[in-house]
C-alpha cells in the first residue's frame, strides 16, 4: 500500500522517456553520440548533482571489478556513471516503473547496457543471492522506506565479506520536519524521515562499521541556493529533474531548499563496511 502510494507520487508522466528525449534533443541537437556528461541534468535526482556522485565514489574507491547494487537508481544516472567511470558493473532497483524504462532507454543509447541493468522492485525486500554484491549504493531514497531494520539487513545479507554502503541521504533537522510537498513525498504519508544518529545507530548496532558519516548540509544548503538563484533568473532549461517531478516540481524544489535553509533537514554521506 506505502509501496503504491510512493510509486504513484513519482510516476507523474507515462510518456517519460519519450518527453525525456525530446528534451535531450532540444538542449543537445539530436540522439546521436551522447556521452554520460550529456545527460548530468537528468542524470542526478539528489542534491549536488553530479558532484555529490563523483566525491562518494572517489572517497569510496570503486575497483573495475565490483558489483554494485544502485537502491532506487532513478534515471540511471549513478549506474552510467559509475560504469563508465570505473568499469563496473551496477545492477538498479527502483519502485517506478517509468523511471526504470527511462534508465535502461538511456544506458542502451549509451551503449552501457552491457555494464548496467535495472529493474522494478522494492529496496527493502531485495531479490537477490547472498554475498553478490561489492558495494550497496542508496542516494536520497531511504526517506521512502518506513522500516529501517528490513533493508539494513538486506544490505548485510546481499553484500560480500567486508562489502560497502555508500549513502547520500536526507533527515530531519534540527527545527522539525522538511516542508511538503518536498521532491521525494506529497505529504507525511509516503515520508518516513529520521534523525541521522538514528539511522547511525541501527546500522552500526549488528551488522555494519562506520568508515566515515560527513554532514554535509552546508555545502548543499549553497548549492541549493545558488541554483535555486539561477533557476529564479533563467527559468529551468528544457532538460533538468523537473521532468522526473511532475507540475509542482517548482514548489518540491522550493520546499526543499527552504528545508535546508530553516533548519529542517540535513544532509549526509556516509560509507559503511560489512562487519
Ligand atoms: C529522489 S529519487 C533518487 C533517485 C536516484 N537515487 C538519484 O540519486 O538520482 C528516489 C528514488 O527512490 C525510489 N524509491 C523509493 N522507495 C523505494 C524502494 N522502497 N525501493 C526502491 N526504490 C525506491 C523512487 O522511485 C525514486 O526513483
Not at 572517497?59 to 547494487?69: G, K, S
Not at 518506513?146 to 553484500?159: M, N, Q, T, W
Request: proline content about 4%; charged content about 25%.
Amino acid at each position: 500500500m506505502t509501496n503504491n502510494l510512493i510509486t504513484e507520487h513519482y510516476d507523474v508522466d507515462k510518456n517519460l522517456t519519450a518527453n525525456v528525449l525530446a528534451a535531450i534533443k532540444k538542449e543537445k541537437g539530436g540522439l546521436e553520440n551522447l556521452s554520460v556528461d550529456d545527460l548530468i541534468a537528468i542524470d542526478g535526482f539528489h542534491i549536488r548533482g553530479r558532484k555529490s556522485t563523483v566525491e562518494l565514489a572517489e572517497r569510496l574507491q570503486v575497483r573495475p571489478a565490483d558489483r554494485v547494487l544502485d537502491i532506487g537508481s532513478g534515471s540511471g544516472g549513478t549506474a552510467r556513471y559509475l560504469a563508465s567511470r570505473y568499469d563496473c558493473h551496477v545492477i538498479g532497483i527502483d519502485l517506478t516503473p517509468s523511471y526504470v524504462h527511462l534508465a535502461a532507454d538511456l544506458s542502451k543509447r549509451l551503449k552501457l547496457d552491457d555494464k548496467t541493468a535495472f529493474g522494478c522492485g522494492n529496496g527493502a525486500v531485495l531479490p537477490f543471492m547472498d554475498e553478490s554484491f561489492d558495494i550497496v549504493w542508496m542516494d536520497h531514497v531511504q526517506m521512502n522506506i518506513p522500516d529501517k531494520g528490513l533493508y539494513i539487513s538486506e544490505f548485510a545479507r546481499v553484500l560480500k565479506p567486508s562489502g560497502k554502503i555508500a549513502l547520500h541521504e536526507v533527515f530531519k533537522g534540527k527545527a522539525g520536519e522538511p516542508y511538503m510537498p518536498v521532491p521525494w513525498s506529497s505529504d507525511e504519508s509516503t515520508s518516513f524521515i529520521i534523525h541521522a544518529d538514528e539511522l547511525k545507530a541501527q546500522l552500526t548496532e549488528k551488522y555494519f562499521n562506520l568508515i566515515e558519516w560527513r554532514d554535509v548540509t552546508e555545502i548543499s544548503n549553497q548549492w541549493f541556493q545558488k541554483m535555486r538563484a539561477k533557476r529564479r533568473a533563467n527559468g529551468p532549461s528544457p532538460l533538468g529533474i523537473h521532468l522526473l517531478m511532475g507540475p509542482n516540481a517548482e514548489e518540491k524544489i522550493a520546499n526543499m531548499g527552504r528545508s535546508l535553509a530553516d533548519g529542517r533537514a540535513t544532509v549526509i554521506m556516509g560509507i559503511l563496511q560489512k562487519a
